[in-house]
């Protein structure tokens, strides 16, 4: 699985930005987006059921962010509405083709991530 991400950018507090991961290759059950800001952890936002569509979302990313996929196109996005300062990170997308929990505690494939920076 081949996974490439685009629409980071700069923008200001309180701005609305989409994020999109374009797939492509075999098939895979789950996608996700994570995050990692500027000396901290990588940190799961929301993930995807890629047939069902069923979201599960970080506290963090509840009220603000969605998370969608167009099935036909592979594609998958993220919704940023609010933005603040602390939402500035890259966002990697990630798939999962197996798993036995929900989100799944693994992602085998990743794209190389998006800088999505946010000033005041």
């Known amino acids: 699985v081949q996974l490439d991400e685009s629409g980071g950018r700069l923008v200001q507090a309180g701005d609305s930005l989409r994020l999109s991961c374009k797939a492509s290759g075999r098939h895979f059950n789950a996608a996700a987006w994570f995050r990692q800001a500027p000396g901290k952890e990588r940190e799961l936002v929301a993930v995807?059921?890629?047939?069902?569509?069923?979201?599960w979302y970080a506290d963090s990313a509840k009220g603000r962010f969605t998370i969608s996929r167009d099935n036909t196109e592979k594609t998958l996005y993220l919704q940023l509405n609010s933005l603040d300062v602390d939402d500035t990170a890259v966002y990697y997308c990630a798939a999962q083709n197996g798993f036995s929990t929900w989100p799944p505690s693994r992602f085998d494939y990743w794209g190389q991530g998006t800088q999505v920076t946010v000033s005041s």
């Open positions: 995807i059921g890629w047939l069902t569509g069923i979201a």
